[in-house]
């Protein structure tokens, strides 16, 4: 976030206060969040297809449901605090 200081002050110079700026960071953010997340499930699954189609393999679904979710939420809580320190100017 703190390499595109200057193209947010762009925007604050344009009109855009601070919480359209951040909630527009976020939203960006958490499309290419979701979009890695999707892609990299499907890598994964086509890592593993030989093992998928083994009768004797089993996925901890459970497991990799809070697993996905944790990097997402942590994800986002990052992209938060970095948004929110130079929106509001503490970076």
Do not use: C, T
């Amino acid at each position: 976030m703190v390499e595109r200081r200057k193209e947010l002050d762009l925007l604050k110079a344009n009109g855009y206060d601070k919480k359209q700026i951040l909630n527009l960071v976020l939203i960006e953010n958490l499309g290419l969040r979701i979009l890695g997340i999707f892609i990299g499930l499907v890598s994964a699954h086509i890592g593993i297809l030989p093992s998928l189609i083994s009768p004797a393999f089993h996925i901890p679904s459970d497991f990799l449901f809070v697993l996905i979710l944790g990097v997402f939420i942590s994800g986002l809580f990052w992209i938060f605090v970095g948004a929110w320190r130079v929106v509001i100017g503490r970076a």
